[in-house]
Each structure stands twice: as C-alpha cells, then as structure tokens.
T-cell receptor, first 113, second 114 residues
Framework: AQSVTQLDSQVPVFEEAPVELRCNYS??????LFWYVQYPNQGLQLLLK??????LVKGINGFEAEFNKSQTSFHLRKPSVHISDTAEYFC???????????FGIGTKLQVIP | EAQVTQNPRYLITVTGKKLTVTCSQN?????MSWYRQDPGLGLRQIYY???????DKGDVPEGYKVSRKEKRNFPLILESPSPNQTSLYFC?????????????FGPGTRLTVT
C-alpha cells in the first residue's frame, strides 16, 4: 500500500514571495509522482509529474518540484507567487506497474496581496 | 475540445431517492474513475474501470454502483443515497498510451443528501 502526506493544510504567502508546498510519500515499490491544482469551483488539473530521469521537474505556471528518493519527498516550489496561484494543491502517487493513484489531503495556498 | 463532462453539476436530493451522475469523455480513454472529495480527506477513489465492461472497487465503494457499457460513459449510481454521501464528486479519465496515469478531471458534481 502507498500513502501521501501533505504536511500543511493551509499556506498563506505574500504576493511575489517564494513558496514551498511539502509532500512526503510512502511506498514499497517504484512510483510515479504528481502534483495537481484545483482552482475554486473547478476540477483538478495536472501541474507536473515525475516519471523517471531528472529529479527536478518543471510544470505549468512556473511551478517546479524535486523528487528526493532518500527522503521520499516531492516538494512543490515556485520562486514568486501571484494572486492567481490561490488554489488547492494535491500531491498524488501511483505505483509504476499499475494505475492506483492515491491523493494527499491537499494544501490550500492563499496568496495575500 | 477534449474534455470530461459531468451532469448535473449541482444536486440536492432526499435520503433514499435513487440518482445517477453521468460522466462522459471524448478522448477515447480506456481508464475512468470516480472520486469523492471531502474536507480534510482529500480525494478518495470510489470505483474505476479499465475498459468497457471492466469495473472494480476503489477505496470507498459502499453505497455506490457503476457501469461501463460504452467507452465514453461511466455513470455513478446511488441506489439509496444517505446524508453521509453528501460530497463533491469527480470523474476522471486516463489514456492507456502516452504519459502514464495522468488523469483528466471533470468539473465536479456537488451532491447534497438531506
């Protein structure tokens, strides 16, 4: 079985400041890792994903994440946030060998003007 | 436009009155899922389908049914809804080829059972 822990349920940050949203996972097998974003009153959309190769992955809207196998982490970062980044962010994991996606509980990012 | 659609978007019903939430995708995806989203619990998978006529339980299947008679459609059926099924529901689909396991989500259905 696998699990995902998002350590912060809410993260307030001032506009143009950097942000890091933390995600740790647990799995006994190799995994794919994902970050999804949910804007108010919308469905989820993929921000970025780690499948293999370079541990630093870049996604849409200036976000990036780094896969750290030894620390079983996949933290999401953005160097300068905008008001439009206010949303809920979900980390997710799936075994490589079959699709069984497990989501974290989500982190609400609130960007303060 | 490639998309996953759900209907209705909002639904208020009473305990015990059967309802169906429809889900349709126009991307020829094989894999489809239903999730419910609850505060503090994130998204939990209810049922999934790997292809036509192939469905299986997810993590929280109790009280729900699904069917997959056509590739594009994956309806969620609540035979006798109860208040603990009040939630936000999402349908998602995934292609078999291409980027593995990337899911495309519908806009959500907010269900209230009184």
């Amino acid at each position: 079985a696998q699990s995902v822990t998002q350590l912060d349920s809410q993260v307030p940050v001032f506009e143009e400041a950097p942000v890091e949203l933390r995600c740790n996972y647990s799995s006994s097998v190799s995994v794919y890792l994902f970050w999804y974003v949910q804007y108010p009153n919308q469905g989820l959309q993929l921000l970025l994903k780690y499948l293999s190769g370079s541990t630093l992955v870049k996604g849409i809207n200036g976000f990036e994440a780094e896969f750290n196998k030894s620390q079983t982490s996949f933290h999401l970062r953005k160097p300068s946030v905008h008001i439009s980044d206010t949303a809920e962010y979900f980390c997710a994991v799936s075994p490589v060998s079959y699709q069984k996606v497990t989501f974290g509980i989500g982190t609400k990012l609130q960007v303060i003007p | 436009e490639a998309q996953v659609t759900q209907n209705p978007r909002y639904l208020i019903t009473v305990t015990g009155k059967k309802l169906t939430v429809t889900c349709s995708q126009n991307m020829n995806h094989e894999y489809m899922s239903w999730y419910r989203q609850d505060p503090g619990l994130g998204l939990r998978q209810i049922y999934y389908s790997m292809n036509v006529e192939v469905t299986d339980k997810g993590d929280v299947p109790e009280g729900y049914k699904v069917s997959r008679k056509e590739k594009r459609n994956f309806p969620l059926i609540l035979e006798s809804p109860s208040p603990n099924q009040t939630s936000l529901y999402f349908c998602a689909s995934t292609p078999r080829t291409g980027d593995p396991y990337e899911q495309y989500f519908g806009p959500g259905t907010r269900l209230t059972v009184t």
